[in-house]
């Protein structure tokens, strides 16, 4: 147990960087204030989206109310944070238990394969809980508030959040753990890592689909049987996540049903950890070092000496190393061409196809067919659906180690930044795209309106992903052990997020201004066109100027 | 061929002196071996000559190039080896080599005939279409070495380039690194095996505490006595030794 503890230590301090932070607070405090100073702001801009999800819930608890089933505002938070931990835990724990650069180290110390296994876990799980408070307490609150709650039910909702990433993140680490058995069988482990994480995340989305599209949620017979019943809703709404059904059982009944569920939630966490521990004893050593072993190919490759400009290297170079990293090709390339596929889903033949508020939708879209407003809404929802794709934004935080060849080879950075934009940006259109196409078959949209929301769209996220090299090239990310950290720790990615997303609201005003002002559609398409071309040639100088500068401070 | 004149560089925010006003003029047709014990400013003084690291005073010629003002030419003039193997690991060898060439501006021909010599000269060429990943620590220094030369540049910088490699490939870049000046080229490289830095260097340098202490051919270090590069060494280098450069 020793071994462990002091494992999971030096993770955590690895992780968490504590021991630099100690150094910083004695040696070096102006760095310390500035690291303190970026969390906050982060944080202080985390409060607008805090700010909108509590708003969100009281709205939702006040319509619970008037069903009789407040407590559903628990189900709901829960059966949320459920599916964040269980979508994002996949690519945490595949990342931190198989692609970390510590797997050969760790492997060579003299400590069993579970016990490694088991920090990796614990270290993703500690991770999870800022979402889980960020979902849950929300809801606990407004629950407990309204309902008069007593200490008691604040300790066992504690209780329960500590409880509630578990179930998720087993079943992350199960999945993980059975594909990387997969993947260590074949010859191009890279290749397959990448089609099972794609083919895992379809799975887990289709499939809560899947169970609510055999409900027809407009049988008025179907709907009244549910409101008969007292926790008719909470059961259909937690079909997904049963423990999200327990919490609420366990924070809104009396003793003893509270007490049973309690023990539900413990039995299935307990049996889940059990079951995943043990397979995990058998083989994760397997999976992880099948990552370390070398891919090679029996027969020699036919080699290429094709020469090409520098900037046509940097960006096929961006290219090679995203396709060939699974964690960059998971998190910048996948989620832009399945997130798209996954939100328009329910409106394809699935449940929701049939809703009266999707088929007021579908009028009110046939009414704007031929006003400016429907290319700006979907170029602004285009927009930000790829804000969030962190390509652009840790282009130079993924260069690790490996930034001394950046700095060392005579091309120009503003060559060097220009073809990592370029890269970045292709991916971000090819996701505008690939979302405008489904949406178009979704909402039964014009050729015309798609193609002139694309065009929008492409305009007015050149100075968004300009914005996001850029904060990149001030301060990248260099010094991490999992290539999971340069995206998904980075607070560079969240920093052009925000950002990114004040541009958008900036320009979605100016998009207002001027609609109340021009009355043609053409003429005010094409004003605003113009002024986002311009902003964006205004953009690409001015990161021409800056850069220079910037990459002279990277001291990797 | 590379001048070093007056540098200094400082890390936390001036508190730690890494190197401390250090001069070097390294001619053409030199092997020159910089030597210095463990954190005493090799390798952070390599980094400036490569560009990587900002030097904070003084100025560092490649070629005529200033490596501040004019980086890109200066680069252009260099081959550099880091002591670290650090790599794109998921290119294979030849994705890699292609870049490299790419960037130094090698004609298709040339890059050809090169990458096949010093892979051939390295036994790389059946590895070269495997991901580096797969490597070998030797290997990956093999594919840097080759990579680094390939553009066939006037200055090699190399950062303890012997780390890694075979006794095969160790004696063949030693080779190469002699035909190279013969051309009157410039090798400076950074060594802790003594004997070969004793055998292969034209002249020597030692840096300690960030400071050069001593700069001459084996016989000028030697004074009169036939003492080893070993003894120069610890001597020089003994705690409260530094002298100024």
């Known amino acids: ?556 | 061929m590379l001048s070093i004149k007056n540098v200094s560089k400082s890390y936390s925010k001036g508190k730690v002196k890494a190197v401390d006003n250090i001069s070097l003029e390294v001619r053409k047709g030199e092997i020159f071996g910089f030597l210095g014990p463990n954190g005493a400013g090799k390798t952070t003084t390599i980094k400036m000559i490569a560009g990587i690291l900002s030097i904070d005073e003084g100025s560092i010629v490649i070629n005529g190039h200033d490596i501040a003002k004019d980086p890109i030419k200066a680069k252009l003039s260099m081959g550099f080896v880091p002591d670290t193997h650090d790599v794109y690991e998921r290119l294979t060898g030849i994705d890699y080599l292609n870049f490299i060439a790419d960037v130094y501006n090698v004609p298709q021909a040339e890059r050809k005939k090169n990458i096949e010599k010093y892979l051939e000269m390295f036994e790389m060429m059946d590895a070269v279409g495997q991901p580096i990943k797969s490597y070998s620590h030797g290997m990956k220094q093999k594919i840097i070495l080759t990579g680094a030369l390939l553009h066939q540049p006037p200055l090699w910088i190399l950062d303890e380039p012997l780390t890694g490699l075979d006794p095969r490939a160790a004696h063949l870049l030693k080779e190469e690194m002699h035909r190279h000046c013969e051309k009157g080229n410039t090798v400076f490289f950074s060594t802790h095996i003594l004997e070969v830095a004793e055998k292969l260097c034209h002249r020597i340098g030692i840096i300690n505490k960030g400071k050069i202490i001593t700069v001459g051919t084996m016989e000028e270090l030697r004074h009169s006595s036939d003492a080893s590069l070993e003894s120069i060494f610890l001597e020089m280098t003994e705690e409260g030794s530094g002298v100024n450069g």
Request: glycine share 8%; proline share 4%.
């Open chain 1, 1 to 556: 147990m020793g071994k462990f503890f002091s494992l999971l230590k030096m993770q955590i301090n690895s992780q968490l960087g504590l021991s630099a932070a100690r150094y910083a607070l004695k040696h070096d405090k102006k760095s310390l204030w500035k690291g303190l100073g970026m969390g906050l702001a982060i944080l202080v801009s985390l409060g607008v989206f805090a700010f909108m999800y509590i708003f969100l819930m009281i709205q939702f608890h006040e319509s619970a109310m008037v069903l009789q089933t407040p407590q559903l505002i628990i189900t709901i938070g829960a059966v949320g944070c459920g599916l964040f931990v269980l979508f994002f835990g996949i690519f945490y724990i595949l990342g931190a238990l198989f692609l970390a650069k510590d797997t050969e180290f760790l492997a060579s110390l003299p400590i069993r394969q579970e016990s490694v296994f088991l920090s990796k876990f614990i270290l993703v799980l500690l991770g999870e809980y800022p979402l889980v408070l960020f979902m849950m307490l929300p809801p606990v609150i407004i629950y407990g508030v309204n309902a008069q709650k007593d200490v008691l039910y604040y300790l066992a909702a504690a209780f329960c959040m500590l409880l509630l990433p578990l179930v998720p993140l087993l079943l992350a680490s199960l999945f993980s753990l059975l594909l990387m058995q997969l993947v260590s069988k074949t010859r191009r482990r890279d290749l397959i890592l990448l089609i099972g994480s794609v083919i895992l995340v379809l799975v887990l989305f289709i499939g809560p689909n899947l169970l609510f599209s055999g409900m027809d949620e407009n049988d008025p017979d179907i709907m009244l049987k549910l409101l008969q019943k007292s926790d008719g809703l909470i059961d259909i709404s937690g079909r997904i996540f049963p423990p999200a059904v327990w919490m609420t059982r366990v924070l809104s009944l009396d003793f003893p049903e509270s007490l049973l569920n309690l023990g539900y939630l413990i039995l299935l966490s307990a049996a889940a950890f059990g079951l995943v521990y043990l397979l995990a004893s058998f083989v994760y050593q397997k999976g992880a070092t099948a990552q370390m072993e070398s891919e090679k190919r029996g027969k020699i490759a036919k080699l290429n000496y094709k020469a090409s400009s520098q900037l046509l290297v940097m960006y096929r170079n961006e290219w090679r190393i995203i396709l060939r990293t699974p964690i960059y090709a998971m998190n910048s390339l996948i989620l832009v061409f399945v997130g798209p596929f996954l939100m328009c889903l329910p409106l394809v033949g699935g449940s929701m196809a049939q809703d009266p508020d999707i088929q007021a939708l579908y009028t009110l879209i046939e009414q704007g067919r031929n006003g400016p407003v429907l290319p700006l809404i979907l170029a602004g929802i285009l927009c930000l659906i790829n804000l969030m794709n962190p390509a652009v934004s840790s282009t130079f935080s993924r260069e690790g180690k490996n930034i001394w060849i950046l700095k060392n080879i005579p091309v120009d950075i503003r060559i060097q930044a220009m073809g990592k934009l370029l890269l970045g940006y292709t991916i971000t259109m090819a996701g505008a795209i690939a979302t405008a196409v489904v949406m178009a078959f979704a909402f039964k949209l014009d050729v015309p309106v798609t193609l002139l929301s694309i065009g929008l769209c492409a305009l007015a996220l050149i100075p968004v992903n300009v914005t996001g090299i850029y904060i990149d090239l001030m301060r990248p990310k260099l010094k991490w052990n999992n290539p999971q950290e340069a995206i998904k720790q980075n607070a560079n990615v969240i920093l052009a997020m925000l950002v990114g997303g004040i541009i958008l609201i900036l320009f979605g005003a100016m998009a207002y201004l001027l609609s109340t002002l021009i009355t043609n559609t053409v003429l005010l398409l094409s004003t605003l066109a113009l002024i986002l071309g311009a902003l964006s040639c205004l953009s690409l100088v001015a990161l021409n100027k800056a850069a220079p500068k910037a990459f002279r401070r990277i001291e990797g």
